[in-house]
């Protein structure tokens, strides 16, 4: 393995590098130099968001993607959530063929048991003049998170104003993310690199149908279901599974098993 690996962790929708767990950390002690970028309108207030589009986005993974890559001999490309979908999208704009792919809970279908009947209406609500801007979609329980006690402690920092997630996000950037995802519906097919799928079984936001179309459409693609963890796996009961899935891959060592507290 070359000493000069890098890699891009793009985090998801309203969140920071809390979303990726330990995986910055993980490794950086395997030897590999991880880099985060933060997305427009994240790490300041949710209202932010609602001027920010899924080019502006993708437009700052590329630039991260260009300024990063050419430093390293081995350069792979991780995300989570959202993340993932702008990981996708990114391969797909630069032929990415320096390293590997990890999408880590890509939504490309928003379907899981969580969503509402009536999700699909918010397609309707977007041709509102305004009103996408002003509607707030809540993060609320169970915060894409099984296990009891990382819930309890997620849930202490959303009520003492936490800055590591949003606790809402715009519809409008809602609308965003769906146009995300149909891009990379479109675009999945010309990714050619070695890609990792990671899906929760019981993710509540997106179903395996996500995990299944990707095994479908790329030509180079493993994929992991994990059995014990909702949408936010970096940080859930699996989450060492999700890390050493994530080290295997990239052809490192697994970290030593450690017990997982409040596993439910």
């Not at 996000?169 to 995802?181: I, K, S, T």
């Not at 010309?190 to 509540?204: G, K, M, Y």
């Amino acid at each position: 393995m070359s000493a000069r690996t890098g890699a891009l962790l793009i985090h998801g929708l309203g969140g920071t590098q809390f979303d990726l767990g330990s995986l910055h950390k993980v490794l950086q002690r395997a030897g590999v130099a991880t880099h985060a970028v933060t997305l427009p309108g994240h790490g300041t207030q949710p209202e932010d968001l609602v001027s920010v589009s899924a080019d502006d986005w993708l437009d700052a993974v590329v630039a991260s993607y260009h300024e990063l890559a050419a430093q390293y001999e081995v350069f792979h490309v991780l995300g989570m959530c959202m993340g993932s979908l702008l990981a996708l999208a990114l391969c797909d704009r630069v032929q990415h063929s320096k390293g590997k792919l990890v999408t880590l809970a890509p939504p490309i279908f928003i379907d899981g048991w969580s969503t509402p009947w009536y999700r699909q209406l918010r397609h309707l609500v977007y041709w509102i003049p305004g009103l996408p801007g002003r509607m707030k979609v809540e993060e609320g329980e169970p915060f894409g998170i099984k296990n009891s006690t990382v819930r309890a402690i997620v849930k202490a920092k959303f009520a003492r104003g936490d800055n590591f997630h949003y606790r809402w996000v715009p519809l409008a950037c809602v609308r965003q993310v769906d146009r995300l995802r149909r891009r990379v519906r479109a675009g999945a097919r010309n990714i050619a690199c070695p890609t990792l799928v990671v899906h929760a079984r019981e993710d509540e936001l997106t179903s395996l149908k996500s995990a299944e179309f990707l095994q479908a459409s790329l030509t180079d693609v493993r994929v992991v279901v994990l059995e014990n963890s909702y949408h936010m796996i970096c940080v859930d009961n699996d989450r060492e599974q999700v890390v050493n899935s994530v080290l295997e891959f990239f052809g490192y060592p697994p970290v030593p098993p450690r017990r997982v507290r409040g596993a439910d």
